[in-house]
């Protein structure tokens, strides 16, 4: 069964760009069945899907991004190890958020990390 994980700093200085990586055990990212997603949910919100990177390594940013968010927005792999990252640049308090990775299948995402706390603070 497939596992994701995130990993990443709990807190950002304002300005500064936040990374975050996503470990996948139990499937590859290169397999064409998957693409693999970043989603965040700023406290009290909802879910914000941002985009995702499929097999071949191209990425897709979710057309609801806003233009600021996403110029901001980068995802990347590293298939040597099975990895997907994020990275957001230029974060702002509003960047805080739980940060999930998924598993996507025909547009859903069924497979989550268990998320990770993002606080963008000076």
């Known amino acids: 069964q497939v596992q994701l994980q995130e990993s990443g700093p709990g807190l950002v200085k304002p300005s500064q760009t936040l990374s975050l990586t996503c470990t996948v055990s139990?499937?590859?990212?290169?397999?064409?069945?998957?693409?693999w997603s970043w989603i965040r949910q700023p406290p009290g919100k909802g879910l914000e899907w941002m985009g995702v990177?499929?097999?071949?390594?191209?990425?897709?940013?979710?057309?609801s991004l806003s233009p600021s968010l996403k110029s901001r927005t980068s995802i990347s792999r590293d298939t040597s190890k099975n990895q997907f990252s994020l990275q957001l640049s230029s974060v702002t308090p509003e960047d805080t958020a739980v940060y999930y990775c998924?598993?996507?299948?025909?547009?859903?995402?069924?497979?989550w990390g268990q998320g990770t706390q993002v606080t963008v603070s000076s």
């Open positions: 998924a598993r996507v299948e025909n547009y859903i995402p069924g497979y």
């Open positions: 139990g499937g590859s990212i290169t397999s064409s069945s998957y693409a």
């Open positions: 990177i499929i097999y071949d390594g191209r990425t897709y940013y979710s057309p």
